[in-house]
Structure formats: structure tokens, C-alpha cells
């Protein structure tokens, strides 16, 4: 997964950095400390040699201040040939022993030389001008003395090698006091001048040690806290890392089902793409199913079921999917699915098939069951695609098509429903001016009263005169007014032009016997709540008589929202108003809608109608359904006849009324006053004649 990888990534140069920043701390701190110790014990070393000179001066001072001591002579200490002239160089004591005198010069250098052979410092008295040549100042001790000269500073130290030793080598001035004036005057010198300097030399070797053991400790330290850090590093980059997958899982399901969402469905899509691009692996096809009806469920049972409904689906569908495929929520009642390694179209068609079929088990949430059904569009991957969104906007198109060719089926997209879902949306546009811009008219078709040859009513049937587009089939806009929420302006707007419209012919054309008025009532109008408020606002209006008015709702309207649709036809029905099934046969044909609801009229679907030849199931099927709707007490029409033979099979049927082109088509307000006035509403036989006077000429209008 391309969002899984970033995070690796991310986390990976995070901790890598953090690790970096780390090793510069803890080793700049490790170089710092073992620094500081190295300097540390030089000052010691410092400290010792300047301890040294001190105890060599005050000895100094002494044995000047003395002039010099008498020993007992030996190998170490024979006469000083130096101090021939001096008469008492050596005495003998009263008792007899013999003494010879040291000066301060040799005894200092004897005792500097037991120094360094007990304990290794260096010292040593230095001038430029000296009695004895073992003084002479070597290089390092000459530039020092030159140091000294300068009057810049008394005390110099240095690190050197001595003999592939390590040594800190130190030196301070000396100056002449009246003891030295004694011995080293004659060299010059006088009281208080520069006499030269004491060099001491301390190894460092012994510092070094110590100051490397102390070292091994501070490593030791340095390397554990490095250790720990690492382990934070680590395991903190863990945890963020987990952090950062869990938060981008989130961003990429769905709250509500768990399911994959728009954006991780498109990258999966995407990735599809990809790969089918770069090496035409097989086949593989977008679904885009949405719930029908929906929104009224969710209207009539409250959002907590609609909820409800869609994570059972999720878990539903889920299941029903191969591994490999996905399953994601777009938002509301969509989902798409992407179905992988395909071998053709069928295979993609047979998966949203068994979707489909999976419908007719009803969603049990809790105590309730629930029925609904979905429409699917397909979209296959074609060498057209690059891209997920196009896919997906085909696959809805395809999914629209398929609801709007009567819901509960699957279609698969082609290039003209491209142009067909422009269309749409261009209609939906257009129709929201559509009653202002007077281009919607209602056109009327008589139902005919078989037994008096009679007009007994007629079904209103609203048209829309486009001046762009033409003509616009109801079948085309009234799904577009349903799903974008126009159909209740516009059925409202219908109902109040046929009531006003066919009262006004009642009571110029047969004031004794009112015609009654078919309006078509569509799925959406029966969930509204307040329908039977609208209808009763029309009737009041209007003074159309209730008895006159007939609602005509499908079969398709109540699949769903059953409840909801009851309730609405039983407030209708209470206003005194009647309601008929339409285009019964056509849809679900289930027969316990009959027993369910209460229905005024049965109209039987042209299908069958029109299906009515010798011997054909059609015309059994109306004959049952005539007798079935005798026996539940209804009226019935046959919709659809358009021709005689039809005609006179439903009469040898006693068929009470009858609707179909064999009368008259669906015609204006102006054409229907027409065939009015020539007395049509008491004798068909004028419309027959109208037919056949101009039946190759006429059309809807
Ligand atoms: P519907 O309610 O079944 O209306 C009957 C349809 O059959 C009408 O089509 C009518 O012109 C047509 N028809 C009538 N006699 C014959 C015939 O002998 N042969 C054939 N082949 N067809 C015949 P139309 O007017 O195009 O309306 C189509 C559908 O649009 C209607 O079907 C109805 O469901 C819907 N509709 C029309 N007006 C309205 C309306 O105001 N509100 C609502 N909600 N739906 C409407
Ligand atoms: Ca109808
Ligand atoms: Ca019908």
C-alpha cells in the first residue's frame, strides 16, 4: 500500500535522523568529558611540578642561605675539586672524623638526581651563563629562558616526548638573592637580577593511565546512555509509526461500516490502473451499487435503522466478494466495488448478479427485517481509462441507467450514457423553470365506459414542451424530478390543473354525471407525510368533487416503504378520494400488495393487453386478474388497447373501462374541449370516427 510504504519511509528517516543527532550528542559529550579529564590531569601534573620547584627553591634558599653543609666524604660525596682553593674544604672534628663541604650547587644536583631515580622528575637549575657546563639550558630550556628575558611571564609549560616518554615540562625564573651573589657573581650577576630558571620534568605517563582508566568508565557510560537513546529512538519510531498507520487507516475508512472509503478505493483503482497499463494484466471492472429507496427508509424508520441497514449490507456484501476484491463506501447508500482478475464481462455481470440476488433475503437488524434492493452499474477497464475518478463516474452512470430502467438491476456503462447522464443533468436544470417558463402542459386521455359507450374520465398526463430539447417524455423527466426533489411541486402543479381542468368540463359538458380525473402519483409524493394535505388544499381549490378524483400510484411506488405508503393511501382514501393500482402485472406482480392495501381500481398493464392473442398467456392473465379484481370488490381498466381485435376481446371479457390509443391518445386541453363539443363524452363512436379519419397523421398531440 502506497500510504503504508510513505509512513515506512517517513519513520524510517525520522529515527534515522534521530539517530544521528544522537550519536553527535553522546559522542561530542564522550570527546568533551575525556578532554576535560586529559586537561584535568595535566594541571595535576602542573600542580606537582610547581609543587616541586617550590620545595626545590625553599631548599635552595636553605642551603644558600648556609653556604653549604659538611658531610662525611664517600664514593657519592668525595671533595668537591670545585672548592680546592677554599682552605676549609675539609675539616676533621675534635673527635676526629673527617667532613668535607657540599655547596648548595651539588647537593642540589645530587639531590635532583635521587629524585629522578626514585621517582623519575627531572630537575634541573639553568642559566645563560652557568659555572658548571652540566647547566647549560637545553634547546626547549633556552627558548624559555628567552621567554623569561622578555619579562612576558616567569612560568612556562609545555608536553614533550623525552626519550619516547611522555613529560609535562615546566619552568619558572629564579632571581638572585644575596646568598647567590656568594658563588655566581662572578659570573655577573647581581642582587635580584635574572639568574636563570629551575626546569622540573614530570612524566606523564602515570597521568595518561589514570587518566585513560577514567576514560574507560566514561565511555563505558557514554556507550549505555547511546544505548538507551537508541532504544527510545526505536521504540518510540514504533509507536509513531503504529500511531501513523492507525491514523491512516482511519482517514481511509469509513466511520461507519470499516469499509474501505472513496480515497483508499481510488488508490486501490488507481493501482489497478497502473498495472493493467504497464503490463495488460486482466481484466478488471468498477461496480457502484446504490440502495433504492433509500432515503425513504431512512425518512419513515429514523437514521438509527438506516445505519443500521448499511453495516449489515457492508458485512453483507463483504462476504460476497472474492478475496482480492474490494468493497468500499462512497458515502450514504453507495458502494463501489472493484473486482479484480476478470476473464470477461460475464464474470463481472454474474458478480453483481449474485449482489443482487443476495436482496431477496430480508437485512435482519435486531427485532426487525428489512427488505430492500439496489441498483448496480458495471464499468469495465478499457484502454480509455487512466484514471479512477472517470471509472467511477462511468460506473454511476451505469448504476443510474439501471435504476432509472425500474431499480433492482444491474447495467453496464457505454459511451452513450455518457451523454445520457449530461442530458440528465441538463434536464434536471431546466426543469426547475420549467411550470413558470409555461412549458409543462397537461394532456388528458379518455377512459372509456365500454358498457354506454361513453367518456367516463380521463387520465391527466403531464408533458413538457422543451424548446430546445422537444418534446420530453414523462418516462425521462419524472425520475429526474423524483430524485432531485421536484416531483412534489410538479405533481402538486398537476393535481391542481387536471381538478380545475376536468371540474370546468364537468360542468359544461354533463353537470348531471361529473367526470372523474386519473392523476399519476409517484413514489416520492406517497412518502411525503403531508400528501393527503396537499390533496385536500387541491380539492379545496379547485372545488373538485373527492368522489371525481382518482390517484394512480405502481406497484413499484410501495415496494420498500410499505408503512409509510399505507399510511399515506389510507389518508388519501379518508378524504373520500379513490386510489388505483397502476400498470398492475408490469412490476413486482405480487399479489399480496392486493391483500395489503386497499385499492379502488385496478389498471391492467398494456403488457398484458397487448399480449391478448388467441390462445396467449396474455389473455388468460387479464381474465384472471378481471376476476381478481372482481372478487377484492375493484374497478378495472385495461390501459393500452390500441386495436379493435384487442378491443373486442376485453368487451367479450365484460372489461368495464378501457384506456388506449383505440380511442383517443393523450391530447390537449384544447383537442380534448374539441372532441367535447362534437359530443364524444356521450358516444365514442366520434372518437372512433376522429380515428379513423386521421389515424395516419395523428400523434400524442
Ligand atoms: P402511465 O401512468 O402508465 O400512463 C400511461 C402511459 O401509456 C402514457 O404514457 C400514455 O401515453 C401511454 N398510453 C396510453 N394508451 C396507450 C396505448 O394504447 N398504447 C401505448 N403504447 N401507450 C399508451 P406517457 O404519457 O408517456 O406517460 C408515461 C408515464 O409517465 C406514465 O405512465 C406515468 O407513470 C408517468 N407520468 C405521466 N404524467 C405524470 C405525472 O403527472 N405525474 C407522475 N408522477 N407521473 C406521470
Ligand atoms: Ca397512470
Ligand atoms: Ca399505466
Same mark, same amino acid.
Given at each position: 500500500?502506497? +500510504?503504508?510504504?510513505?509512513?515506512?519511509?517517513?519513520?524510517?528517516?525520522?529515527?534515522?535522523?534521530?539517530?544521528?543527532?544522537?550519536?553527535?550528542?553522546?559522542?561530542?559529550?564522550?570527546?568533551? =568529558?575525556? #578532554?576535560?579529564?586529559?586537561?584535568?590531569?595535566?594541571? $595535576? &601534573?602542573?600542580?606537582?611540578?610547581?609543587?616541586?620547584?617550590?620545595?626545590?627553591?625553599?631548599?635552595?634558599?636553605?642551603?644558600?642561605?648556609?653556604?653549604?653543609?659538611?658531610?662525611?666524604?664517600?664514593?657519592?660525596?668525595?671533595?668537591?675539586? &670545585?672548592?680546592?682553593?677554599?682552605?676549609?674544604?675539609?675539616?676533621?672534628?675534635?673527635?676526629?672524623? #673527617?667532613?668535607?663541604?657540599?655547596?648548595?650547587?651539588?647537593?642540589?644536583?645530587?639531590?635532583?638526581?635521587?629524585?629522578?631515580?626514585?621517582?623519575?622528575?627531572?630537575?634541573?637549575?639553568?642559566?645563560?651563563?652557568?659555572?658548571?657546563?652540566?647547566?647549560?639550558?637545553?634547546?626547549?630550556?633556552?627558548?624559555?629562558?628567552?621567554?623569561?628575558?622578555?619579562?612576558?611571564?616567569?612560568?612556562?609549560?609545555?608536553?614533550?616526548?623525552?626519550?619516547?616518554?611522555?613529560?609535562?615540562? +615546566?619552568?619558572?625564573?629564579?632571581?638572585?638573592?644575596?646568598?647567590?651573589?656568594?658563588?655566581?657573581?662572578?659570573?655577573?650577576?647581581?642582587?635580584?637580577?635574572?639568574?636563570?630558571?629551575?626546569?622540573?620534568?614530570?612524566?606523564?605517563?602515570?597521568?595518561?593511565?589514570?587518566?585513560?582508566?577514567?576514560?574507560?568508565?566514561?565511555?563505558?557510560?557514554?556507550?549505555?546512555?547511546?544505548?538507551?537513546?537508541?532504544?527510545?529512538?526505536?521504540?518510540?519510531?514504533?509507536?509513531?509509526?503504529?500511531?501513523?498507520?492507525?491514523?491512516?487507516?482511519?482517514?481511509?475508512?469509513?466511520?461507519?461500516?470499516?469499509?474501505?472509503?472513496?480515497?483508499?478505493?481510488?488508490?486501490?483503482?488507481?493501482?489497478?490502473?497502473?498495472?493493467?497499463?504497464?503490463?495488460?494484466?486482466?481484466?478488471?471492472? /468498477?461496480?457502484?451499487?446504490?440502495?433504492?429507496?433509500?432515503?425513504?427508509?431512512?425518512?419513515?424508520?429514523?437514521?438509527?435503522?438506516?445505519?443500521?441497514?448499511?453495516?449489515?449490507?457492508?458485512?453483507?456484501?463483504?462476504?460476497?466478494?472474492?478475496?482480492?476484491?474490494?468493497?468500499?463506501?462512497?458515502?450514504?447508500?453507495?458502494?463501489?466495488?472493484?473486482?479484480?482478475?476478470? =476473464?470477461?464481462?460475464?464474470?463481472?455481470?454474474?458478480?453483481?448478479?449474485?449482489?443482487?440476488?443476495?436482496?431477496?433475503?430480508?437485512?435482519?437488524?435486531?427485532?426487525?427485517?428489512?427488505?430492500?434492493?439496489?441498483?448496480?452499474?458495471? @464499468?469495465?477497464?478499457?484502454?480509455?481509462?487512466? =484514471?479512477?475518478?472517470?471509472?467511477?463516474?462511468?460506473?454511476?452512470? &451505469?448504476?443510474?441507467?439501471?435504476?432509472?430502467?425500474?431499480?433492482?438491476?444491474?447495467?453496464?456503462?457505454?459511451?452513450?450514457?455518457?451523454?445520457?447522464?449530461?442530458?440528465?443533468?441538463?434536464?434536471? =436544470?431546466?426543469?426547475?423553470?420549467?411550470?413558470?417558463?409555461?412549458?409543462?402542459?397537461?394532456?388528458?386521455?379518455? /377512459?372509456?365506459?365500454?358498457?354506454?359507450?361513453?367518456?367516463?374520465?380521463?387520465?391527466?398526463?403531464?408533458?413538457?414542451?422543451?424548446?430546445?430539447?422537444?418534446?420530453?417524455?414523462?418516462?425521462?423527466?419524472?425520475?429526474?424530478?423524483?430524485?432531485?426533489?421536484?416531483?412534489? #411541486?410538479?405533481?402538486?402543479?398537476?393535481?391542481?390543473?387536471?381538478?380545475?381542468?376536468?371540474?370546468?368540463?364537468?360542468?359544461?359538458? @354533463?353537470?348531471?354525471?361529473?367526470?372523474?380525473?386519473?392523476?399519476?402519483? *409517484?413514489?416520492?409524493?406517497?412518502?411525503?407525510?403531508?400528501?393527503?394535505?396537499?390533496?385536500?388544499?387541491?380539492?379545496?381549490?379547485?372545488?373538485?368533487?373527492?368522489?371525481?378524483?382518482?390517484?394512480?400510484?405502481?406497484?413499484?411506488?410501495?415496494?420498500?416503504?410499505?408503512?409509510?405508503?399505507?399510511?399515506?393511501?389510507?389518508?388519501?382514501?379518508?378524504?373520500?378520494?379513490?386510489?388505483?393500482?397502476?400498470?398492475?402485472?408490469?412490476?413486482?406482480?405480487?399479489?399480496?400488495?392486493?391483500?395489503?392495501?386497499?385499492?379502488?381500481?385496478?389498471?391492467?398493464?398494456?403488457?398484458?393487453?397487448?399480449?391478448?392473442?388467441?390462445?396467449?398467456?396474455?389473455?388468460?392473465?387479464?381474465?384472471?386478474?378481471?376476476? $381478481?379484481?372482481?372478487?377484492?370488490?375493484?374497478?378495472?381498466?385495461?390501459?393500452?388497447?390500441?386495436?379493435?381485435?384487442?378491443?373486442?376481446?376485453?368487451?367479450?371479457? #365484460?372489461?368495464?373501462?378501457?384506456?388506449?390509443?383505440?380511442? *383517443?391518445?393523450?391530447?390537449?386541453?384544447?383537442?380534448?374541449?374539441?372532441?367535447?363539443?362534437?359530443?364524444?363524452?356521450?358516444?365514442?363512436?366520434?372518437?372512433?370516427?376522429?380515428?379513423?379519419?386521421?389515424? &395516419?397523421?395523428?400523434?400524442?398531440?
Amino acid at each position: 500500500m502506497q +500510504y503504508n510504504r510513505a509512513i515506512y519511509k517517513q519513520t524510517l528517516f525520522l529515527s534515522a535522523l534521530a539517530i544521528a543527532i544522537l550519536t553527535i550528542l553522546v559522542g561530542y559529550s564522550w570527546y568533551w =568529558n575525556s #578532554k576535560n579529564i586529559r586537561t584535568e590531569k595535566i594541571n $595535576l &601534573a602542573l600542580a606537582e611540578a610547581r609543587a616541586n620547584w617550590n620545595k626545590d627553591a625553599a631548599f635552595r634558599r636553605w642551603v644558600t642561605r648556609h653556604g653549604g653543609l659538611y658531610v662525611k666524604p664517600d664514593a657519592r660525596t668525595p671533595p668537591n675539586p &670545585a672548592l680546592a682553593h677554599l682552605p676549609h674544604r675539609d675539616v676533621v672534628t675534635t673527635d676526629g672524623m #673527617k667532613l668535607t663541604l657540599m655547596n648548595p650547587a651539588y647537593m642540589m644536583r645530587q639531590m635532583a638526581e635521587e629524585f629522578e631515580k626514585d621517582f623519575g622528575i627531572k630537575g634541573k637549575i639553568t642559566g645563560k651563563r652557568q659555572l658548571n657546563p652540566i647547566n647549560k639550558p637545553d634547546e626547549w630550556q633556552l627558548k624559555v629562558l628567552n621567554i623569561f628575558e622578555s619579562g612576558k611571564t616567569d612560568e612556562v609549560y609545555e608536553q614533550q616526548i623525552i626519550n619516547g616518554q611522555p613529560y609535562l615540562r +615546566y619552568m619558572k625564573a629564579m632571581y638572585m638573592t644575596e646568598g647567590c651573589v656568594k658563588c655566581h657573581g662572578i659570573l655577573g650577576y647581581k642582587d635580584g637580577d635574572l639568574r636563570g630558571g629551575v626546569s622540573i620534568s614530570i612524566p606523564l605517563a602515570r597521568y595518561f593511565s589514570a587518566a585513560s582508566e577514567a576514560n574507560r568508565g566514561i565511555a563505558l557510560t557514554h556507550l549505555f546512555i547511546w544505548l538507551c537513546g537508541l532504544f527510545a529512538i526505536i521504540a518510540f519510531a514504533w509507536l509513531l509509526e503504529r500511531l501513523l498507520l492507525r491514523m491512516a487507516d482511519e482517514t481511509l475508512r469509513d466511520g461507519l461500516t470499516q469499509l474501505p472509503n472513496l480515497k483508499l478505493f481510488k488508490n486501490r483503482l488507481e493501482q489497478s490502473i497502473e498495472k493493467y497499463r504497464r503490463d495488460a494484466s486482466p481484466l478488471f471492472a /468498477v461496480c457502484f451499487l446504490d440502495l433504492d429507496r433509500f432515503k425513504n427508509l431512512n425518512d419513515s424508520r429514523g437514521h438509527k435503522v438506516g445505519d443500521k441497514l448499511l453495516v449489515a449490507l457492508s458485512q453483507r456484501l463483504s462476504k460476497l466478494l472474492r478475496p482480492g476484491d474490494t468493497v468500499a463506501r462512497m458515502g450514504g447508500d453507495e458502494f463501489t466495488f472493484l473486482l479484480n482478475n476478470l =476473464n470477461n464481462v460475464d464474470e463481472a455481470l454474474n458478480i453483481a448478479r449474485r449482489i443482487l440476488s443476495s436482496f431477496d433475503k430480508p437485512f435482519r437488524l435486531e427485532n426487525d427485517e428489512i427488505y430492500t434492493d439496489a441498483s448496480i452499474g458495471v @464499468c469495465l477497464m478499457t484502454e480509455q481509462y487512466n =484514471n479512477a475518478e472517470d471509472m467511477v463516474r462511468d460506473a454511476d452512470i &451505469a448504476m443510474y441507467r439501471a435504476k432509472a430502467s425500474g431499480k433492482g438491476r444491474v447495467d453496464v456503462f457505454n459511451p452513450e450514457m455518457h451523454e445520457y447522464a449530461i442530458e440528465t443533468m441538463r434536464i434536471e =436544470n431546466d426543469l426547475r423553470m420549467a411550470i413558470q417558463k409555461n412549458q409543462m402542459e397537461v394532456y388528458y386521455q379518455p /377512459v372509456i365506459d365500454v358498457e354506454h359507450s361513453t367518456i367516463y374520465g380521463f387520465e391527466a398526463l403531464l408533458r413538457w414542451h422543451h424548446p430546445e430539447i422537444g418534446d420530453i417524455s414523462p418516462d425521462r423527466f419524472i425520475p429526474v424530478a423524483e430524485s432531485s426533489g421536484q416531483i412534489k #411541486k410538479i405533481g402538486a402543479w398537476v393535481l391542481e390543473q387536471a381538478c380545475a381542468q376536468v371540474r370546468e368540463w364537468s360542468l359544461q359538458f @354533463c353537470p348531471d354525471k361529473a367526470f372523474f380525473v386519473s392523476v399519476n402519483l *409517484s413514489s416520492i409524493q406517497l412518502t411525503e407525510k403531508d400528501i393527503h394535505e396537499t390533496v385536500k388544499d387541491v380539492l379545496n381549490k379547485t372545488r373538485f368533487d373527492k368522489s371525481k378524483l382518482h390517484l394512480e400510484v405502481t406497484e413499484t411506488a410501495l415496494v420498500g416503504h410499505k408503512e409509510q405508503a399505507k399510511e399515506a393511501i389510507e389518508n388519501i382514501r379518508q378524504l373520500g378520494v379513490s386510489i388505483s393500482i397502476d400498470d398492475f402485472g408490469k412490476g413486482y406482480c405480487s399479489l399480496t400488495y392486493l391483500q395489503d392495501f386497499e385499492f379502488d381500481t385496478l389498471k391492467i398493464d398494456k403488457s398484458f393487453v397487448q399480449d391478448m392473442s388467441p390462445g396467449g398467456k396474455g389473455l388468460q392473465l387479464v381474465r384472471m386478474l378481471m376476476l $381478481l379484481a372482481r372478487d377484492l370488490n375493484m374497478e378495472v381498466v385495461a390501459e393500452g388497447v390500441e386495436t379493435v381485435e384487442q378491443f373486442n376481446r376485453l368487451n367479450a371479457m #365484460k372489461c368495464p373501462y378501457i384506456q388506449g390509443y383505440y380511442f *383517443s391518445r393523450p391530447v390537449s386541453v384544447e383537442k380534448t374541449r374539441v372532441i367535447l363539443e362534437q359530443g364524444a363524452h356521450e358516444n365514442v363512436s366520434v372518437l372512433l370516427k376522429n380515428n379513423n379519419l386521421s389515424l &395516419a397523421s395523428q400523434n400524442t398531440g
